[in-house]
């Protein structure tokens, strides 16, 4: 029971570092000095054209020179000036304990948790950019690195892409503390495992790697690490950046990591004994590995009843299947094999495209075109204006293009249909792969008729076959075949059915549900109370 990995294409280059910091690597393994003065000198030269640097020198016991540091722009002002305080107020310390003043001001004067030491002149640099305060003593060769930072963020809330009709209403959102206190509220289990890591040679931006420790898979764990750890750019500003790095195949459309901004369903995840990437600045979060079952579910699928989410998982699957070939269907039958259109719909079918001028492959690729163009406007507008534009976009364009002559009314309603299917996609990245390849199908349908149709299906089908998301096919449970995967796919099995984790990924522990679990079919405890009363 092992999982065959793709061997990373990324390497560590510890030796380069033309992507980092030059002022950081000028300072490395340089320490400050003695003096009071010639430290704060140097920190001047570095920031001096910096409007939000600060300097606030003291007294510490009443004679002897210190100075905080930090920028105002990123800590909270309050607790600078608590730290200032505590370090002032205090009239001394014993003779014996004058040998080592930092650890008695961590141990006697300061009572925040985050502080610690440096001596290395690079990292005092890096923790003041950070939101650090630093505070210097004269004649101490070592400096106070003291956490102090203040972000700005906004309320939680529910995704706007991933909104549910019965479930939970809170979301990730852009500091990482709060999506880990999110996950922990969910999961106060030990075994829950929170891993950070820095990734972007200048960004240093915080990734986390979440799991639940017996659970996952060793193998499944020591992948992610390694292909997070070999990443070398100089920022990372979404966690889109990182999952182009993690990908098997960076060259295929499709999406080979789950994206989502609910905690519930990362949790869900967790415990199927997936692993979770959350970044610090992006309410995204990525579960690896992934298959194509995960994106056309959603959390809301194990809310309500396993019959009603089963027939709304193959509403979905029609609506993906819709969307993308119908278009390229009509084309093909009208330009190639209009014999397989029933006799009375011939008319229906044909009378519209008398007057167009254009072919039809051409009519339906500038209708398609211009719905995309409509749905990109509509999403960059603002939300006030977005809804309108999409309305009159369809409305007044498309009515105003069948009256011109310009495309015929059943290629109108056609195109609208295949725009609403790809809708009812829950994952958004998903529906942009096949948004993309629905223009492929229309272009090869129109050139080769059915012929091209098909190939390109089976070109895609192939594909979607070859894929693996570390190591675990994308296809699974279809290709190959698992009787047990079926359960939790396109039917949505009651929990007392799924008794088992998704052995594609091998889990530790592969019992989800107990076995004193009871089957409630059929089951009356009345009856069972009448017998034991007689």
């Known amino acids: 029971m092992s999982l065959f990995f793709k061997k990373s294409n990324h390497k560590t280059d510890n030796t380069s570092t033309y992507l980092e910091s030059k002022i950081v690597n000028e300072l490395k393994n340089i320490q400050i000095t003695t003096s009071h003065d010639e430290n704060l000198q140097r920190l001047k030269k570095i920031f001096n054209k910096d409007l939000d640097f600060a300097i606030r020198k003291f007294k510490l016991f009443h004679q002897i020179s210190g100075a905080i540091i930090y920028l105002y722009s990123l800590v909270n002002k309050e607790t600078i000036r608590d730290i200032i305080r505590q370090l002032q107020d205090h009239h001394g310390m014993d003779e014996n304990e004058t040998a080592n003043i930092t650890h008695y ?15 290395d002149e690079s990292k005092i640099i890096t923790s003041i950019v950070q939101g650090k305060a630093i505070v210097l003593i004269d004649g101490i060769q070592e400096a106070l690195v003291i956490d102090v930072v203040e972000k700005e963020k906004r309320g939680i809330e529910e995704p706007e892409t991933e909104r549910v009709v019965r479930g939970p209403r809170d979301g990730f959102i852009e500091q990482l503390p709060i999506n880990i206190a999110l996950l922990r509220y969910r999961l106060p289990i030990p075994e829950f495992r929170v891993e950070e890591t820095l990734v972007g040679t200048r960004t240093q931006t915080k990734v986390a790697v979440c799991y ?25 500003l979404d966690s889109g950046y990182i999952e182009q790095f993690l990908e098997d195949i960076p060259k295929s459309p499709f999406p080979q990591l789950i994206n989502t901004e609910r905690p519930n369903k990362v949790v869900g995840n967790l415990l199927e004994g997936r692993v979770a990437i959350l970044m610090d600045g992006s309410p995204s ?53 209009p014999e397989l259109i029933p006799a009375k719909y011939v008319v229906a079918a044909s009378s519209g495209r008398h007057s167009i001028p254009f072919p039809l492959v051409f009519e339906v690729l500038l209708l398609e075109l211009a719905m995309e163009v409509l749905r990109e406007a509509s999403v960059r507008m603002p939300q006030q204006v977005g809804g309108a534009l999409s309305i009159v976009g369809v409305l007044v364009v498309g009515q105003a293009a069948v009256q011109a ?4 009314p059943i290629t109108v309603v056609i195109i609208g249909m295949s725009t609403i299917g790809s809708f009812a996609i829950p994952a958004y990245s998903a529906a942009n792969t096949f948004r993309m390849l ?30 693996r998301s570390f190591g675990v096919p994308y296809m699974s449970p279809y290709a190959p075949l698992n009787i047990e995967g079926l359960k939790d796919s396109i039917i949505r099995a009651p929990f007392h059915k799924l008794k088992m984790r998704p052995s594609n ?30």
């Open 105 to 119: 001001i961590i141990e006697n004067l300061l009572y925040y948790t985050d502080v610690k030491t440096v001596k």
């Open 212 to 236: 639940i420790e017996d659970i996952v898979n060793p193998t499944l764990l020591k992948e992610v690490k390694m292909r997070i750890d070999a990443i070398h750019i100089d920022g990372i």
């Open 285 to 337: 979060a990525l579960i690896a590995p992934a298959t194509f079952n995960h994106f056309y579910q959603t959390s809301e699928d194990y809310n309500e009843h396993w019959i009603i989410s089963t027939f709304v998982r193959m509403f979905r699957i029609i609506a993906l299947i819709f969307s993308l070939i119908f278009s390229s269907i009509y084309v093909t039958i009208i330009s190639f094999h």
């Open 405 to 408: 002559g310009f495309v015929s």
């Open 438 to 467: 629905r223009f492929v199908l229309i272009i090869l349908a129109g050139s080769l008729g059915l012929l091209g149709l098909t190939l390109v299906l089976i070109v895609v089908v192939n594909h979607m076959l070859s894929l």
């Open 505 to 534: 990924i091998h889990p530790k522990d592969t019992t989800r549900v107990g076995e004193k679990v009871k089957d409630q079919t059929n089951y009356n405890f009345l009856d069972e109370e009448e017998r034991e009363n007689k």
